[in-house]
């Protein structure tokens, strides 16, 4: 059987990578496509090094999905079997502040993608949603089922294309659609070569702590240590890369073999939950540093306790997390310590 061809959006980001290493590895074409607004194209050339042989089946295009001619062009080149979208921007506290961005960025991208998808007869849909649709939650743990809402425009960003996307397939069967709604991804690859890189001050836990780790910052600042929660700290589901990048393929199977899932959704999570202490304390240990804290104030808008239920997952994906916060850890500090400054040492060089 000939391999299957996947249109991975946002390729070259932190998840994208991991990603499409994993479909390169199970025997995929991949053709990656992203603006590189959030991303190296370092991070792509080092998944075709990992991916050895198969790097041949591996395609990168620098378009951003804004562009629809360059879209229509990525789609008249290969007939593809299912599309995985992940770009998007991410950053909540940016979102707030320049709404139009996101607006235009994660919507008007989303649309045209699935305007060109649906003109070139490519109906097979997944889409990175986020836990934090649902919102501060009543109880825990989250199953697919809660009330959604969003507490900012990154989280109504991807409420509203979750909507669309059951609109489209409320009016063309045809389309089969998979949101996958992840809790918080952290690690890298085993290898130490591909990571998350963020742009400027990290607004996410492990690579602020990473930071620290390495000397480019001084302290963490913890927010808020007087939470309902274990030690007082905020409690979130942590769950490695690698297993998050492996929920996607078994989404992929899902859906090329059930041709009647419709519009599904599933959380991407461990089950657990984890305190920023107790992240932080599995982070010194892998790594023998010291992470200075300074207790402060709790972040606007954060919830207090969130984590997963997996059992739709486990149950029609036939999926599960494997690793535990010591992998994640473990392999989040070896990158780290490969690569202090992410990429840039080795986009500087080239
Ligand atoms: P990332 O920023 O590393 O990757 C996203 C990629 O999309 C970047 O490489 C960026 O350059 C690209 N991109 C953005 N807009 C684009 C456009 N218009 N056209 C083409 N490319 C564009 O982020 P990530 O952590 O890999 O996240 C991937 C997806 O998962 C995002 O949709 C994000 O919202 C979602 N998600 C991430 C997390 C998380 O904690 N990392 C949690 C839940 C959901
Ligand atoms: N935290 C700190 N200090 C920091 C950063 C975070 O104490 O410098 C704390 C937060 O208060 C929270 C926990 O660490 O208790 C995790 O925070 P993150 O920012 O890493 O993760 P969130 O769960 O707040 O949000 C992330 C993404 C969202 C996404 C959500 C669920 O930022 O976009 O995970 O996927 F929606």
């Known amino acids: ?135 501060w939650p009543k109880q825990v743990p989250c199953t697919e089922e809660f009330p959604l809402s969003a507490a900012n425009v990154y989280g109504r960003t991807k409420l509203i294309i979750e909507d669309m996307c059951r609109d489209i397939h409320k009016s063309d069967s045809d389309w089969n659609i998979i949101f996958l709604r992840y809790f918080n991804p952290v690690g890298a690859h085993p290898s130490g070569e591909i990571g998350e890189d963020p742009r400027g001050i990290p607004n996410n836990l492990m690579p602020f702590v990473q930071q620290v780790a390495v000397g480019r910052r001084p302290a963490l600042t913890v927010y808020g240590s007087d939470y309902s929660t274990k030690d007082g700290t905020g409690v979130r589901d942590y769950i490695h890369i690698l297993d998050l990048a492996d929920g996607h393929l078994a989404a992929l199977k899902k859906l090329f073999q059930d041709k009647s899932i419709g519009c599904e959704v599933y959380n991407l999570g461990t089950g657990k939950g984890t305190s920023v202490l107790e992240m932080v304390a599995a982070f010194e240990k892998a790594s023998g540093k010291k992470i200075p804290l300074i207790m402060a104030d709790r972040r606007p808008g954060d919830a207090e306790i969130v984590y997963a239920s997996t059992e739709k997952a486990e149950q029609e994906l036939n999926w599960r997390a494997k690793y535990g916060i010591e992998e994640m850890c473990r392999d989040q500090w070896n990158w780290a310590s490969k690569n202090p400054y992410g990429y840039e040492a080795a986009e500087s060089e080239s």
């Open 1 to 135: 059987m000939a391999a299957k061809n996947i249109l991975v959006t946002g390729g070259t980001g932190y998840i994208g990578s991991h990603t499409v290493l994993q479909l390169l590895q199970e025997g995929f074409r991949v053709v990656a496509v992203d603006s590189l607004y959030n991303s190296s194209e370092v991070a792509i050339n080092r998944v075709a090094e990992l991916a050895g042989d198969a790097k041949k089946n591996l395609v990168f295009e620098q378009v951003d999905l804004r562009d629809r001619e360059a879209l229509n062009k990525v789609f008249a080149s290969t007939k593809f079997d299912a599309v995985i979208h992940f770009a998007g921007l991410k950053a909540v506290g940016e979102s707030v502040q320049r709404p139009l961005l996101y607006y235009n960025n994660n919507l008007i991208g989303t649309i045209t993608l699935l305007e060109v998808m649906a003109a070139h007869g490519c109906k097979n849909f997944i889409f990175s949603s986020s836990a934090t649709v649902y919102g």
